[in-house]
């Protein structure tokens, strides 16, 4: 049974920094492109950062050079570091499979930003 349990967010100041934690399992986590996915208020869920495999990254536009998204295979465990955080990065952040996310989604970890 797949598992994604998301953890590490919390309430922020503008400017300041988080990292969010995604441990897996139920799934071969080397071999799988992971993705950070975040639900702003209002919002479609939309995916901000991937990593493949072999550690390739890319993102959103919106977090470039803002986000670190990293893994520990060893570990199974995704991670995304957020700094010169935004009130619009204010959300719930979930991590999943990429591109074809599975069905059922963990719990998520909410990140608010205050201004």
């Known amino acids: 049974q797949v598992q994604l349990v998301e953890s590490g967010g919390g309430l922020v100041q503008a400017g300041g920094s988080l990292r969010v934690s995604c441990v897996a399992s139920g799934i071969i986590f080397r071999f799988t492109t992971m993705g950070w996915y975040r639900q702003a208020p209002g919002k479609q869920r939309e995916l901000v950062a991937r990593?493949?495999?072999?550690?390739?990254?890319s993102y959103a536009d919106s977090v470039k050079n803002r986000f670190t998204i990293s893994r520990d295979n060893a570990k199974t465990t995704v991670y995304l570091h957020m700094s010169s955080l935004k009130p619009e990065d204010t959300g719930v952040y979930y991590c999943n499979l990429e591109p074809n996310p599975l069905p059922t989604w963990g719990q998520g970890t909410q990140v608010t930003v205050s201004s």
């Open positions: 990593i493949s495999p072999g550690g390739t990254t």
